[in-house]
C-alpha cells in the first residue's frame, strides 16, 4: 500500500495530540492483520476524500 494514496484517503485522521495520522476504518482483526502482512497490492477501504463530489453530483 503506498503512503501517497493514504494520504488521499478519507478515513486518514489527524490526531492533533499524537501529531500522526491514523486510518479509521472500521475493520476486523482479521482484515487488519492481512493489511499490514501485505495480502492486499493496494488497500481495499480506499476511498478518495473528495470534499466536491456532493456539489459535482448536485450540478
Same mark, same amino acid.
Do not use: F, G
Given at each position: 500500500m *503506498?503512503?501517497?494514496s493514504c494520504d488521499s484517503c478519507?478515513?486518514?485522521v489527524?490526531?492533533?495530540d499524537d501529531e500522526?495520522?491514523?486510518c479509521e476504518v472500521?475493520?476486523?482483526e482479521d482484515d487488519a492483520a492481512r493489511?499490514?502482512?501485505g495480502h492486499?497490492?493496494?488497500c481495499p477501504y480506499y476511498q478518495l476524500d473528495d470534499?466536491? *463530489?456532493v456539489v459535482r453530483h448536485q450540478m
Open positions: *503506498a503512503k501517497a478519507v478515513y486518514n489527524y490526531d492533533e500522526t495520522y491514523y472500521d475493520m476486523d493489511l499490514m502482512q492486499y497490492r493496494e470534499e466536491y *463530489a
